[in-house]
């Protein structure tokens, strides 16, 4: 399984450029594939990391495909792209687009993520990314799955996680990884008794009870990051 948190290095990898290039393309793979004049499993292969050598022909032939620079694909080395911006288009300088991943976070039982890629972007204000003290390259968005939230949060509802945040803090809203893995949101209360809870918004408490934890076992809980948006303040 491809955890969410392994997508959270920076810089990013090059499997990872590649793979947020291809999507916010909007081409299909085949597409891809036929533009560099290779096979769609050798697309599949520089997506997931599997194929670590990209012969130059080829990085080039995807950058002019994809719309990327062949250095940042490559190297990593900014800007991203050199592209016209269309009238009306978000501009890059107020706008920071924020890396969208296919991740789910169960507000429930929690969600096994088996894959995980990058399907697109959102654009942010940067103004108010600043206001907010929050930095773009920290930022991920990913998708809200049940109803243990409602009505803080609604099932599908996108998600926006400061990954950076990774300490439990109290009364916030986090995305973590549960004992088995899975992605679960739910907010964090301090316990005057010590320890932590966590807790669903849901009011419904026989579906969704407390769940109260250690000052050590909280330590053991891995913290993907703080939910900082959705759609609104959170």
Request: with cysteine; charged share 25%; proline share 6%.
């Amino acid at each position: 399984m491809l955890k969410f948190s392994s997508l959270n290095v920076l810089p990013m990898e090059r499997h990872v450029r590649i793979a947020r290039a291809i999507a916010l393309s909007g081409r299909k793979k085949g597409e891809i594939a036929s533009a560099c004049g290779v096979a769609p499993s050798a697309v599949t292969q520089w997506i997931s990391g599997e194929s670590k050598s990209l012969k130059p022909e080829n990085l080039y032939a995807l950058a002019e495909a994809t719309g990327f620079r062949a250095e940042w694909l490559a190297i990593g080395k900014p800007p991203e792209r050199e592209a016209e911006v269309l009238p009306g288009s978000p501009s890059e300088k107020d706008y920071a687009l924020i890396p969208q991943y296919s991740a789910r976070g169960s507000s429930g039982s929690g969600y096994l993520n088996d894959h995980v890629e990058i399907t697109g972007g959102l654009a942010f204000k940067r103004e108010w990314l600043k206001g907010m003290s929050l930095r773009e390259e920290n930022l991920r968005v990913m998708y809200n799955h049940g109803d243990s939230n409602w009505p803080t949060l609604s099932d599908g509802e996108v998600l926006l996680v400061d990954v950076s945040k990774i300490e439990p803090a109290n009364g916030k809203m986090h995305a973590m990884y549960d004992p088995d893995n899975e992605v679960i949101i739910k907010r964090l209360i301090r316990d005057m008794a010590g320890g932590w809870i966590i807790r669903s918004d849901n009011q419904d408490k026989t579906r969704y009870p407390d769940m109260p934890i250690s000052d050590k076992g909280m330590q053991a809980v891995e913290i993907i990051g703080r939910v900082v948006w959705r759609g609104g303040g959170i």
